[in-house]
């Protein structure tokens, strides 16, 4: 990052040239607290767009073990309502019959998630 003499630099965010607090020895890379909260809104984003993968593999792994383990001691439509099935009402007790627990646990899921990429794309 460029710096001037008397310390001055950039600020990240709003490129405002900035005195830097001395406490921070050169970690402070923003102006003000708004733009400190905006490079920390980038950088979440970043994160998050980055680990959207595992995120949504974590979330039907456990979703999927957890099917399994209600599914053991109650029956198939015990296990949809406990999970309180969302947007898409399917034929749960069929899916579950015809293929079990675990596919009907995804095709659940790959239906909400074309609903929900449908709704994204149709917005303007
Ligand atoms: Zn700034």
């Known amino acids: 990052m460029a710096k001037n003499s008397r310390g001055k630099r950039p600020c990240s965010i709003c490129r405002k040239w900035f005195q830097p607090d001395v406490r921070q020895k050169g970690r402070q890379k923003t102006c003000s607290p708004a733009c400190r909260k905006e490079l920390h809104r980038r950088q979440c984003e970043n994160l998050n767009r980055k680990n959207k993968a595992d995120y949504k593999n974590n979330y039907l792994t456990k979703k999927l073990e957890k099917a399994e383990i209600e599914f053991t001691s109650n029956s198939a439509s015990a296990v949809i309502s406990l999970q309180r099935q969302t947007k898409p009402v399917l034929p749960m007790d069929v899916i579950v019959a ?11 899921y790959l239906a909400s998630q074309i609903i929900t990429h449908g709704r994204i794309y149709k917005s303007p």
């Open 98 to 108: 015809e293929y079990g627990i675990k596919p009907a646990v995804i095709i659940q």
